[in-house]
Protein backbone atom coordinates (compact mmCIF):
# COMPACT_ATOMS: atom_id res chain seq x y z
CA UNK A 1 0.00 0.00 0.00
CA UNK A 2 1.20 3.53 -1.05
CA UNK A 3 1.95 6.34 1.89
CA UNK A 4 2.71 9.67 2.19
CA UNK A 5 4.38 12.01 4.73
CA UNK A 6 3.92 15.67 5.06
CA UNK A 7 6.99 16.35 7.40
CA UNK A 8 6.31 19.71 8.30
CA UNK A 9 2.88 20.52 9.99
CA UNK A 10 3.25 23.86 9.65
CA UNK A 11 5.19 26.77 7.97
CA UNK A 12 5.56 30.19 8.90
CA UNK A 13 6.73 32.47 6.37
CA UNK A 14 6.95 36.35 5.08
CA UNK A 15 5.02 37.82 2.52
CA UNK A 16 6.82 37.70 -1.18
CA UNK A 17 9.60 34.96 0.63
CA UNK A 18 9.90 31.76 -0.85
CA UNK A 19 8.73 28.61 0.09
CA UNK A 20 8.93 25.04 -0.17
CA UNK A 21 6.33 22.04 1.10
CA UNK A 22 7.82 18.97 1.40
CA UNK A 23 6.38 15.59 0.42
CA UNK A 24 7.44 12.50 0.56
CA UNK A 25 5.76 9.01 -0.72
CA UNK A 26 6.23 5.37 -0.47
CA UNK A 27 4.92 2.67 -2.73
CA UNK A 28 6.36 -0.18 -4.55
CA UNK A 29 5.06 0.86 -8.45
CA UNK A 30 4.48 4.18 -10.34
CA UNK A 31 2.38 6.21 -8.46
CA UNK A 32 0.55 9.59 -9.87
CA UNK A 33 1.11 12.65 -7.30
CA UNK A 34 -0.90 15.68 -6.51
CA UNK A 35 -1.19 18.93 -4.18
CA UNK A 36 -4.78 19.94 -3.36
CA UNK A 37 -4.95 23.53 -1.32
CA UNK A 38 -7.89 24.20 1.43
CA UNK A 39 -8.52 27.56 2.31
CA UNK A 40 -10.84 27.60 5.57
CA UNK A 41 -14.06 26.91 6.17
CA UNK A 42 -13.73 25.19 2.20
CA UNK A 43 -13.43 22.04 0.39
CA UNK A 44 -10.20 20.94 -1.21
CA UNK A 45 -9.33 22.32 -4.45
CA UNK A 46 -6.95 20.93 -6.73
CA UNK A 47 -3.32 22.91 -7.20
CA UNK A 48 -1.19 20.51 -9.54
CA UNK A 49 -1.12 17.10 -10.47
CA UNK A 50 1.94 14.52 -11.52
CA UNK A 51 0.75 11.89 -13.89
CA UNK A 52 3.67 11.21 -16.22
CA UNK A 53 6.29 13.57 -18.49
CA UNK A 54 8.04 16.07 -17.45
CA UNK A 55 9.12 16.36 -13.79
CA UNK A 56 8.60 19.86 -13.28
CA UNK A 57 4.40 20.13 -13.18
CA UNK A 58 3.18 23.79 -12.96
CA UNK A 59 0.03 24.53 -11.15
CA UNK A 60 -2.43 27.44 -10.31
CA UNK A 61 -1.29 30.86 -8.39
CA UNK A 62 1.96 30.27 -9.68
CA UNK A 63 2.71 27.20 -7.23
CA UNK A 64 5.27 24.54 -9.10
CA UNK A 65 6.46 20.92 -8.02
CA UNK A 66 8.80 18.69 -9.20
CA UNK A 67 8.39 14.79 -9.07
CA UNK A 68 11.96 12.93 -7.97
CA UNK A 69 11.72 9.30 -8.32
CA UNK A 70 14.86 8.85 -6.63
CA UNK A 71 14.13 10.34 -3.73
CA UNK A 72 10.84 9.45 -3.74
CA UNK A 73 9.39 13.26 -3.68
CA UNK A 74 7.61 15.88 -4.66
CA UNK A 75 7.76 19.01 -2.87
CA UNK A 76 5.71 21.94 -3.76
CA UNK A 77 7.25 25.29 -4.21
CA UNK A 78 6.56 29.24 -4.70
CA UNK A 79 9.31 31.39 -5.33
CA UNK A 80 7.21 34.54 -3.69
CA UNK A 81 4.09 33.79 -1.47
CA UNK A 82 1.39 36.03 -0.98
CA UNK A 83 -0.83 36.42 2.43
CA UNK A 84 -3.71 34.76 0.29
CA UNK A 85 -1.70 31.70 0.05
CA UNK A 86 -2.29 30.83 3.65
CA UNK A 87 -4.26 27.91 3.87
CA UNK A 88 -3.38 23.88 4.77
CA UNK A 89 -2.01 21.96 1.72
CA UNK A 90 -2.25 18.21 1.36
CA UNK A 91 -0.14 15.76 -0.53
CA UNK A 92 -2.14 12.98 -2.05
CA UNK A 93 -1.08 9.80 -4.03
CA UNK A 94 -2.61 7.20 -6.41
CA UNK A 95 -1.49 4.26 -7.91
CA UNK A 96 -4.00 4.85 -11.02
CA UNK A 97 -6.28 2.36 -12.20
CA UNK A 98 -10.37 2.85 -13.30
CA UNK A 99 -10.99 4.62 -9.94
CA UNK A 100 -8.32 5.55 -7.94
CA UNK A 101 -8.65 6.23 -4.40
CA UNK A 102 -6.36 8.84 -2.90
CA UNK A 103 -4.09 8.42 0.17
CA UNK A 104 -3.51 11.71 1.98
CA UNK A 105 -0.91 13.19 4.39
CA UNK A 106 -1.73 14.82 6.96
CA UNK A 107 -0.77 18.28 5.71
CA UNK A 108 1.16 21.31 6.15
CA UNK A 109 -0.02 24.96 7.23
CA UNK A 110 1.10 27.52 5.67
CA UNK A 111 0.97 30.66 7.31
CA UNK A 112 1.96 33.99 5.27
CA UNK A 113 3.02 36.86 7.42
CA UNK A 114 3.77 40.45 6.62
CA UNK B 1 -21.26 24.70 -14.27
CA UNK B 2 -20.71 21.32 -13.12
CA UNK B 3 -20.70 20.50 -9.21
CA UNK B 4 -20.68 18.87 -6.08
CA UNK B 5 -23.14 19.72 -3.52
CA UNK B 6 -23.08 18.62 0.40
CA UNK B 7 -25.80 18.94 2.73
CA UNK B 8 -25.89 19.63 5.91
CA UNK B 9 -23.38 21.99 6.06
CA UNK B 10 -23.63 22.34 9.39
CA UNK B 11 -25.10 19.35 11.74
CA UNK B 12 -25.15 18.63 15.90
CA UNK B 13 -26.59 16.05 16.82
CA UNK B 14 -26.66 13.48 19.97
CA UNK B 15 -24.56 10.46 20.87
CA UNK B 16 -27.23 7.34 19.48
CA UNK B 17 -28.76 9.09 16.97
CA UNK B 18 -29.31 8.27 12.87
CA UNK B 19 -27.62 11.03 10.91
CA UNK B 20 -27.37 10.90 7.16
CA UNK B 21 -24.94 13.26 5.02
CA UNK B 22 -26.07 13.98 1.51
CA UNK B 23 -23.75 14.15 -1.74
CA UNK B 24 -24.70 15.31 -5.01
CA UNK B 25 -22.79 15.39 -7.65
CA UNK B 26 -23.46 17.03 -11.15
CA UNK B 27 -20.29 15.67 -12.98
CA UNK B 28 -21.98 12.65 -14.40
CA UNK B 29 -18.95 10.53 -12.48
CA UNK B 30 -19.08 7.00 -11.82
CA UNK B 31 -16.12 7.11 -8.48
CA UNK B 32 -17.48 9.08 -5.75
CA UNK B 33 -15.87 9.24 -2.31
CA UNK B 34 -16.30 9.80 1.52
CA UNK B 35 -13.42 11.07 3.54
CA UNK B 36 -13.03 12.37 7.26
CA UNK B 37 -11.24 15.63 8.18
CA UNK B 38 -9.33 15.18 11.82
CA UNK B 39 -6.19 17.31 12.73
CA UNK B 40 -3.27 15.33 12.53
CA UNK B 41 -4.92 12.69 10.32
CA UNK B 42 -5.53 14.65 7.15
CA UNK B 43 -8.02 13.16 4.82
CA UNK B 44 -9.51 9.67 5.70
CA UNK B 45 -11.68 7.45 3.52
CA UNK B 46 -14.78 6.21 4.70
CA UNK B 47 -16.53 4.32 1.89
CA UNK B 48 -15.96 4.74 -1.88
CA UNK B 49 -18.21 3.45 -5.25
CA UNK B 50 -17.51 2.92 -8.45
CA UNK B 51 -21.23 2.88 -9.81
CA UNK B 52 -24.74 2.21 -9.14
CA UNK B 53 -24.96 -0.48 -6.41
CA UNK B 54 -21.77 -1.09 -6.04
CA UNK B 55 -19.80 0.25 -2.16
CA UNK B 56 -16.91 -0.46 -0.89
CA UNK B 57 -15.26 -0.05 2.95
CA UNK B 58 -12.26 2.54 2.93
CA UNK B 59 -10.10 2.97 5.85
CA UNK B 60 -12.47 3.82 8.57
CA UNK B 61 -15.81 2.65 7.50
CA UNK B 62 -16.69 1.32 11.15
CA UNK B 63 -19.58 2.68 12.08
CA UNK B 64 -21.00 4.07 8.40
CA UNK B 65 -22.81 2.85 5.87
CA UNK B 66 -23.53 4.01 2.08
CA UNK B 67 -25.82 3.01 -0.59
CA UNK B 68 -25.61 4.04 -4.42
CA UNK B 69 -28.77 4.33 -6.36
CA UNK B 70 -28.25 6.78 -9.19
CA UNK B 71 -25.05 8.48 -10.71
CA UNK B 72 -24.84 11.56 -8.98
CA UNK B 73 -25.83 10.68 -5.33
CA UNK B 74 -24.03 8.78 -2.29
CA UNK B 75 -25.46 9.82 1.16
CA UNK B 76 -23.70 9.05 4.08
CA UNK B 77 -25.02 7.34 7.02
CA UNK B 78 -23.81 7.20 10.95
CA UNK B 79 -26.67 4.31 12.31
CA UNK B 80 -25.64 5.53 15.86
CA UNK B 81 -23.61 8.18 16.43
CA UNK B 82 -20.82 8.53 18.81
CA UNK B 83 -18.61 11.61 19.52
CA UNK B 84 -15.40 9.84 18.44
CA UNK B 85 -17.27 10.50 14.50
CA UNK B 86 -17.58 14.46 15.54
CA UNK B 87 -15.49 15.63 12.43
CA UNK B 88 -15.89 17.69 8.86
CA UNK B 89 -16.81 15.30 6.16
CA UNK B 90 -16.02 15.47 2.60
CA UNK B 91 -17.26 14.12 -0.36
CA UNK B 92 -15.71 13.81 -3.80
CA UNK B 93 -15.63 12.54 -7.65
CA UNK B 94 -14.00 11.14 -9.98
CA UNK B 95 -14.56 10.11 -13.87
CA UNK B 96 -13.61 7.17 -15.63
CA UNK B 97 -9.52 7.60 -16.74
CA UNK B 98 -9.57 11.40 -14.59
CA UNK B 99 -7.06 10.77 -11.50
CA UNK B 100 -7.68 13.75 -9.80
CA UNK B 101 -10.87 14.18 -7.12
CA UNK B 102 -13.05 17.23 -7.56
CA UNK B 103 -14.58 17.59 -3.91
CA UNK B 104 -17.27 18.98 -2.55
CA UNK B 105 -17.50 21.70 0.52
CA UNK B 106 -17.66 19.43 3.50
CA UNK B 107 -20.21 18.82 6.31
CA UNK B 108 -18.82 20.21 9.70
CA UNK B 109 -20.58 17.20 12.13
CA UNK B 110 -20.75 17.46 15.80
CA UNK B 111 -21.94 14.80 18.07
CA UNK B 112 -22.38 15.95 21.61
Known amino acids: AQSVTQLDSQVPVFEEAPVELRCNYSSSVSVYLFWYVQYPNQGLQLLLK??????LVKGINGFEAEFNKSQTSFHLRKPSVHISDTAEYFCAVTLGGTASKLTFGTGTRLQVTL | DAEITQSPRHKIIETGRQVTLACHQTWNHNNMFWYRQDLGHGLRLIHYSYGVHDTNKGEVSDGYSVSRSNTEDLPLTLESAASSQTSVYFC???????????FGPGTRLTVT
Open chain 1, 50 to 55: YLSGST
Open chain 2, 92 to 102: ASTGTGIYEQY
